[in-house]
């Protein structure tokens, strides 16, 4: 197994601890062998004026930035039920389908917690306060993975987004495959293009984990029409 990034790239660690801490004062780095955690308190800046302030943990695991970093609000604030898009201790920032666009490959550790995690907490805030989430977050689970796609494909009936997701979890795309669309037409003569794009934004296993989330004992409908050796 190799090492964890921050035993890889120790010169990326020391450069992101000044960058992020020079914001962030209060925002602590605690090294382990297989991950980095980042410690304190985080607050909400608008127009100069502090708005609210969180106690958090945000772990950067062994594979980051491959993999993203892991939220947590660790004062007992934010009770762990969807409705504040908190699964089991951890800050849902985004449906997972969406790093493509929130945070794409590049994206450092400084603009991931002026971003997403900043406009978690800064809707948090609004909610506690209102009873609305203020920048029109998806609903939570399986609801919120339908949301994303409805937007993204322009259409909102389950069954094609279920066919959508069942083409984009699988190992390779094959051209006879019938479209998700329901055209009846096969994918290389209908929408080979689209999918082969979404394929590149969303990997597989982000695609499998949903789908798996929407149907989580039905067997690929690619599979059963068309069959898995074909």
Same mark, same amino acid.
């Given at each position: ?5 921050? &035993? &890889? ?8 601890? #000044? ?36 106690? /958090? ?16 609000? !660790?004062?007992? &604030? ?11 201790? =951890?800050?849902?920032?985004? /449906? ?29 805030? =609004? ?17 919120? !993975? ?13 069954? =094609? ?8 979890? &699988? ?10 669309? #329901? ?34 004992? #039905? ?12």
């Amino acid at each position: 197994m190799s090492r964890a990034w921050h &035993r &890889r790239e120790p010169e990326m660690l020391e450069a992101m601890k #000044k960058e992020v801490q020079a914001q962030y004062p209060n925002l602590h780095f605690y090294l382990h062998d297989d991950r980095v955690e980042v410690r304190g308190t985080f607050p909400i800046i608008e127009d100069g004026e502090e708005l609210d302030r969180y106690l /958090v943990d945000i772990t950067l695991p062994r594979e980051y930035p491959d993999e993203l970093p892991v939220v947590r609000e !660790i004062a007992g &604030r934010i009770a762990h039920h969807a409705d504040n898009h908190m699964s089991h201790g =951890v800050a849902c920032l985004f /449906v997972p389908e969406e790093r493509w666009r929130i945070c794409p490959p590049g994206t450092g550790f400084l603009e991931f917690l002026n971003n997403p995690v900043r406009n978690y907490f800064l809707g948090y805030s =609004v909610y506690s306060r209102t009873g609305a989430w203020p920048m029109g977050q998806r609903a939570h689970g399986v609801a919120g !993975i339908y949301e994303y796609y409805a937007e993204l494909l322009g259409m909102t009936d389950a069954a =094609v987004i279920t066919e959508y997701l069942d083409c984009l979890r &699988r190992k390779e795309l094959k051209g006879h495959w019938l479209c998700p669309c #329901k055209s009846g037409k096969r994918i290389r003569a209908c929408h080979q293009l689209e999918i082969l794009d979404l394929r590149r934004k969303i990997p597989a296993t982000v695609a499998e984990k949903s789908w798996t989330m929407i149907h989580p004992r #039905k067997k690929s409908s690619s599979a059963r029409r068309l069959g898995d050796s074909q």
